[in-house]
């Protein structure tokens, strides 16, 4: 029986010039790919090997936030798109870190890419412009799908340094 691993990913450099939507989708492409990049080769007891005690961040951990976080900002919210939690908050504010214990990455790494297709499916040909309305603990917000955009990026880029700290734990592997 083979060990499943991890795939390994030819990342796509990040754009150097283009229009706003380029920039865009391409920073957050290449961001996208990088965890994946964080992951590559790694068995799923590695994918699930946490950070430093008493954390429980893995990088398995961080593929099922980012799947997570894919589907409540494109398609929940700036889409309106009425779809299951993948995970249950209501018990468990952290639900998708610590559901990478249990979680089969083959299967993890498959609904990731999904939900990024599902994502650039609910983007396409929206103006950066659109808006949505979101209720917070801080009151009734409208966010556009250009903040939506910045704000991914942002997400990924913070992960991928914790991505990039935890793979170098496992097995010393460093770089962008």
């Known amino acids: 029986m083979t060990t499943w691993r991890a795939p390994e990913?030819?990342?796509?450099?990040?754009?150097?010039?283009?229009?706003?939507?380029?920039?865009?989708?391409?920073?957050?492409d290449y961001h996208r790919e990088t965890l994946l990049q964080k992951c590559?080769?790694?068995t799923a007891e590695q994918l699930r090997t946490a950070s430093v005690e008493p954390s429980s961040l893995s990088l398995l951990g961080l593929v099922l936030h980012m799947t997570d976080v894919e589907r409540s900002w494109f398609r929940q919210r700036f889409a309106g798109e009425v779809l299951p939690d993948l995970f249950d908050?209501?018990?468990?504010?952290?639900?998708?870190?610590h559901a990478a214990a249990d979680a089969d990455p083959e299967a993890a790494f498959a609904t990731f890419r999904a939900e990024v297709e599902a994502a650039r499916a609910a983007t396409a040909g929206r103006s950066l412009d659109e808006t949505f309305q979101l209720t917070r603990s801080d009151g009734n917000r409208t966010f556009s799908l250009r903040w939506t955009y910045v704000h991914m990026i942002?997400?990924?880029?913070?992960h991928n340094g914790h991505a990039d700290l935890i793979r170098e734990r496992i097995d010393g592997v460093t770089g962008d």
Do not use: H, K, Q, S
């Not at 990913?9 to 391409?26: A, K, N, S």
């Not at 209501?90 to 870190?97: K, L």
């Not at 942002?154 to 913070?158: F, H, K």
């Open 9 to 28: 990913i030819d990342r796509t450099p990040e754009p150097l010039v283009g229009d706003e939507r380029t920039m865009l989708e391409g920073w957050l």
């Open 40 to 42: 590559a080769g790694l």
């Open 89 to 97: 908050y209501d018990t468990d504010n952290d639900a998708d870190f």
């Open 154 to 158: 942002e997400e990924y880029a913070r």
